[in-house]
């Protein structure tokens, strides 16, 4: 069957030749959100990505008339600016990632059958590499084999993360959700708004067991306050605050699949644990200082998420209600059950590719960003750059960015069971 598969993915080819509340004009230092890490927040999201322009690629595939999978990091409006129809804002470069947005254009069908077979291949090669392992070799010809494993491993690092990318972006294909594209002021709009695509909330909002949205309708009342119900109201807001609390969100829509998961399978099997109502502020201040993936030191992201001036909008924007639109929730509750190192294991990225797929994919949404710390220590927020948007677009990023961390779980969760990577 396997053998089938592989062979019928060939032959299409070849015939064929990819919270703070965010209207408050600043956050209070220790004030309980679920989307502000401050200085725990995940070390290697500095601000929004650690991939450098230098090594981009930028020749488009050649797909005809077809749609065309783009990876590319740049706030440039030429990133998106072509006759294809990108399906992802990210633009995958390595051979393999290449092979599979072919695959996503022409058959997406076929997508798990071929990442099964890149899973294979991948597994041998990395079997190859431990087999030829020699001991025996010392000085120049021992730090040439060491390098030499480096590159490769790097390589199959680069592969796999685009592997995941592409089955994240298969799924909301098969969902029949499109990915919002590169932010940039639309020519059609005449008042410059970036937020022409159409929506989809009900799609979105399907994609999440029913407990599971009621985590998300309180994450989204925290973000807009009283104006998650406002969808035609325009404001203008920071794109780099935005790019944060997107990025933020997908952590969260990664730990709440994640705990949900959980979840389900003990109320499944009838073993729920009874557990009382607890303080909304306890559980956002709990998940928001624990809900970080891996990492160490501060970055610039982090510095910038802590500053008030990155969180300040202009002038004619009234701060909606804080908490406003709380629920209870008893996957909340469950979630308030674990114990502190549970939670804070639930609460992690498992995987560098994972972290690394967040930075570049939130990158290529918003453009990377310039942060200047000031001597001071504040943020200049002199070249920060504003982005007409309206509430209901604003409501559409942060389910597309949930839904994005959702199906990121599930990929890396499949993606693992064939190719062992996730360290914890």
């Known amino acids: 069957m396997e053998a089938m598969k592989a062979t019928m993915v060939r032959s299409h080819l070849l015939s064929t030749s990819g919270p703070s509340n965010i209207l408050s004009r600043s956050s209070p230092a220790n004030g309980p959100d679920f989307v502000r890490f401050g200085t725990n927040f995940h070390s ?21 008339n077809r749609r065309c999978l783009v990876v590319r990091a740049s706030s440039s409006p030429d990133s998106v600016g072509s ?14 990632g290449q092979f599979l947005s072919q695959i996503l254009m022409s058959h997406p069908h076929l997508v798990p059958a071929a990442v099964e077979q890149q899973l294979d291949q991948l597994q041998t090669d990395r079997d190859a590499d431990i087999k030829k392992d020699d001991p025996s070799a010392s000085g120049t010809d021992l730090v040439l084999y060491r390098r030499i494993a480096e590159v490769k491993a790097n390589e199959r690092k680069k592969a796999l993360e685009e ?50 949205y009621e985590m998300i309708k309180n994450h989204l009342a925290l973000i ?20 944060q609390v997107y990025a933020a969100s997908v952590m969260y829509g990664y730990f709440l699949k994640r705990v949900d998961q ?48 990155v969180s300040s909008w202009s002038d004619d924007i009234s701060p909606g209600g804080f908490g406003q639109g709380i629920k209870p929730s008893r996957l ?44 001071q220590g504040t943020v200049d927020s002199s070249k920060d ?17 949930v839904t994005f961390g959702s199906f990121l779980w599930d990929v890396e969760s499949y993606v693992d069971s064939r190719y062992h990577f996730v360290l914890n």
Request: charged share 25%; net charge negative.
């Open 332 to 375: 909340r509750n469950y979630v308030m059950s674990f114990d502190g190192e549970t939670l804070q294991r639930y609460a992690t990225i498992r995987s560098k590719e994972a972290v690394s797929i967040i930075e570049k994919h939130t990158e290529a949404l918003f453009g990377r960003p310039e942060i200047v710390i000031t001597p």
């Open 44 to 64: 290697s999201i500095k601000h929004y990505t650690s991939i450098s322009h230098s090594k981009l690629a930028h020749k488009r595939l050649g797909f005809g």
């Open 163 to 212: 592997i995941l990318y592409a089955l994240v972006v298969q799924k909301f294909m098969d969902a029949n959700v499109s990915l919002i594209p590169a932010i940039s002021p639309s020519s059609s709009d005449p008042s410059g708004r970036v937020d022409v695509w159409p929506s989809q909330d009900e799609k979105l909002e399907q994609l999440h067991s029913p407990e599971a």
């Open 83 to 96: 006759t294809e129809s990108p399906i992802a804002p990210l633009r995958l470069e390595s051979p393999i």
């Open 385 to 401: 750059e504003l982005i007409k948007i309206s509430f209901g677009g604003l409501k559409r990023l942060v389910l597309e960015a």
């Open 224 to 243: 807009l306050g009283n104006r998650v119900t406002d969808s035609n109201s325009v404001a203008q807001i920071s794109k780099l605050r935005v790019g």
């Open 262 to 309: 959980r979840f389900q399978l003990e109320k499944t099997m009838k073993i729920l644990p009874n557990v009382s109502d607890v303080e909304e502020s306890d559980i956002q201040q709990v998940v928001g200082e624990s809900m970080r993936p891996n990492g160490g030191e501060e970055g610039s992201f982090q510095a910038a998420s802590s500053h008030a001036e």
